[in-house]
């Protein structure tokens, strides 16, 4: 029960606050009447708790144990925080790291931040939104190409517009999603206040 009620209130959080309708140009090229600006609740205070539950659970749900949790800046840097923080309550704490888009430009010139050895490490690949899947296919490659043990990839939100088919079909890498762009989009019932109206206070 807990778990629904964490799902559903976190589901209600993104209507409101992450929801936006108009004509966009996705990070893809593609055109699209529905916006999803993630960050506006993954970076909310009240969200952090939940955001961090939600991937736990569904983690647990696929028989996904990493050691580590990341994806590329800046749209997983903090899903990662917040799983990794959550972890502490459980009996399996998971770290989190950065993918880089670009190398450091001095030191060690690395697109993996946060973990002292790669080598090995089970990790699970996370992002906020998933439209073709080509930030997270990125991801993946330089996770795997640093020695990184890649067991899934995880998103917040599916747009259900190809990432799927890329990352299970080319890369090999099972994939999951929290919710779906329909989910998010399904005017089922109003938006529950004050998480999903307030714009203060996060």
Same mark, same amino acid.
């Given at each position: 029960?807990?778990?629904?009620?964490?799902?559903?209130? @976190?589901?209600?959080? @993104?209507?409101?606050?992450?929801?936006?309708?108009?004509?966009?140009?996705?990070?893809?090229?593609?055109?699209? !009447?529905?916006?999803?600006?993630?960050?506006?609740?993954?970076?909310?205070?009240?969200?952090?708790?939940?955001?961090?539950?939600?991937? @736990? !659970?569904?983690?647990?749900?696929?028989?996904?144990?990493?050691?580590?949790?990341?994806?590329?800046?800046?749209?997983?840097?903090?899903?990662?925080?917040?799983?990794?923080?959550?972890?502490?309550?459980?009996?399996?704490?998971?770290?989190?790291?950065?993918?880089?888009?670009?190398?450091?430009?001095?030191?060690?010139?690395?697109?993996?931040?946060?973990?002292?050895?790669?080598?090995?490490?089970?990790?699970?690949?996370?992002?906020?939104?998933?439209?073709?899947?080509?930030?997270?296919?990125?991801?993946?490659?330089?996770? $795997?190409?640093?020695?990184?043990?890649?067991?899934?990839?995880?998103?917040?939100?599916?747009?259900?517009?190809?990432?799927?088919?890329?990352?299970?079909?080319?890369? $090999?890498?099972?994939?999951?999603?929290?919710?779906?762009?329909?989910?998010?989009?399904?005017?089922?019932?109003?938006?529950?206040?004050?998480?999903?109206?307030? $714009?203060?206070?996060?």
């Amino acid at each position: 029960m807990a778990y629904l009620k964490d799902r559903e209130q @976190l589901l209600e959080m @993104l209507r409101g606050r992450s929801v936006r309708f108009g004509a966009f140009v996705l990070a893809s090229g593609q055109h699209s !009447d529905v916006y999803i600006d993630a960050k506006l609740t993954t970076c909310c205070a009240r969200a952090m708790p939940l955001v961090g539950k939600a991937l @736990l !659970d569904k983690m647990e749900e696929r028989g996904w144990f990493p050691q580590a949790v990341g994806g590329l800046t800046m749209g997983a840097d903090p899903i990662a925080m917040a799983v990794a923080r959550e972890s502490l309550e459980r009996d399996h704490p998971i770290d989190c790291f950065v993918v880089r888009k670009e190398p450091k430009k001095h030191g060690l010139r690395k697109f993996i931040e946060g973990l002292d050895e790669t080598t090995g490490i089970r990790v699970v690949v996370i992002d906020d939104v998933c439209t073709t899947g080509e930030s997270t296919a990125t991801a993946i490659k330089r996770a $795997r190409d640093a020695g990184l043990n890649v067991i899934g990839a995880l998103c917040l939100v599916d747009r259900e517009m190809g990432a799927r088919e890329l990352l299970e079909g080319e890369l $090999r890498c099972a994939f999951d999603s929290i919710f779906t762009l329909d989910e998010l989009t399904h005017a089922g019932r109003e938006p529950v206040a004050p998480f999903a109206t307030s $714009r203060t206070g996060s």
